[in-house]
T-cell receptor, first 116, second 115 residues
Framework: KNQVEQSPQSLIILEGKNCTLQ??????????LRWYKQDTGRGPVSLTIMTFSENTKSNGRYTATLDADTKQSSLHITASQLSDSASYIC???????????????FGSGTQLTVLP | DAEITQSPRHKITETGRQVTLACHQTWNHNNMFWYRQDLGHGLRLIHY???????NKGEVSDGYSVSRSNTEDLPLTLESAASSQTSVYFC??????????????FGPGTRLTVL
């Protein structure tokens, strides 16, 4: 069964600290993995996408890693800010020939709270 | 600026009533999607469309329907609302159909409560 598991479910850190969010998946065959940020009361917004050949990709203070062998990804946030408080969702796309919206499997997200 | 909007943002209705949630995008995207988001679950696909007159069922389509009469709109209808359909509903759109890294752009969501 194609699944995406995220950990921890929730995380509280102090402003300025670093943190790492985890995403483990069983989706196969793998196409790509995307991290979304969802602010409270808003829709998800894409942060970055990882393809099979990419190990690390940065977007400002956000750095995503991918280990396709172990089927794990992480999102590292450096020098956290209050505005980083949000839910972070991992989404994995399965590679199938027909091309369907059913290719996507969403994780349930990690709720990050950054305190002053 | 192009955008995707949903209305209403909040809705309270009674069991058995028909409810329609609106979704409108100005990106001219071919693909549109409806998801529901519940605590402890990832976003779950309800219905999707790849273009005008095209609609497809997602993983949780029972009790929901959609129609696509133009590129910009994909309204979601709950034929007879049930308490189990209390949720936050997100509409999304994307420019391409198959494969690739096409990003989905999400609307702000509609919080629906069925009493």
């Amino acid at each position: 069964k194609n699944q995406v598991e995220q950990s921890p479910q929730s995380l509280i850190i102090l402003e300025g600290k670093n943190c790492t969010l985890q995403c483990n998946y069983t989706v196969s065959p793998f196409s790509n993995l995307r991290w979304y940020k969802q602010d409270t009361g808003r829709g998800p917004v894409s942060l970055t996408i990882m393809t099979f050949s990419e190990n690390t990709k940065s977007n400002g203070r956000y750095t995503a890693t991918l280990d396709a062998d172990t089927k794990q990804s992480s999102l590292h946030i450096t020098a956290s800010q209050l505005s980083d408080s949000a839910s972070y969702i991992c989404v994995v796309r399965r590679e199938i020939s027909s091309g369907s919206a059913r290719q996507l499997t969403f994780g349930s997200g990690t709720q990050l709270t950054v305190l002053p | 600026d192009a955008e995707i909007t949903q209305s209403p943002r909040h809705k309270i209705t009674e069991t058995g009533r028909q409810v329609t949630l609106a979704c409108h995008q100005t990106w001219n995207h071919n693909n549109m999607f409806w998801y529901r988001q519940d605590l402890g679950h990832g976003l779950r696909l309800i219905h999707y469309s790849y273009g005008v007159q095209d609609t497809n069922k997602g993983e949780v389509s029972d009790g929901y329907s959609v129609s696509r009469s133009n590129t910009e709109d994909l309204p979601l209808t709950l034929e007879s609302a049930a308490s189990s359909q209390t949720s936050v509903y997100f509409c999304a759109s994307s420019p391409f159909r198959s494969g690739g890294s096409n990003e989905q752009f999400f609307g702000p969501g509609t919080r629906l409560t069925v009493l």
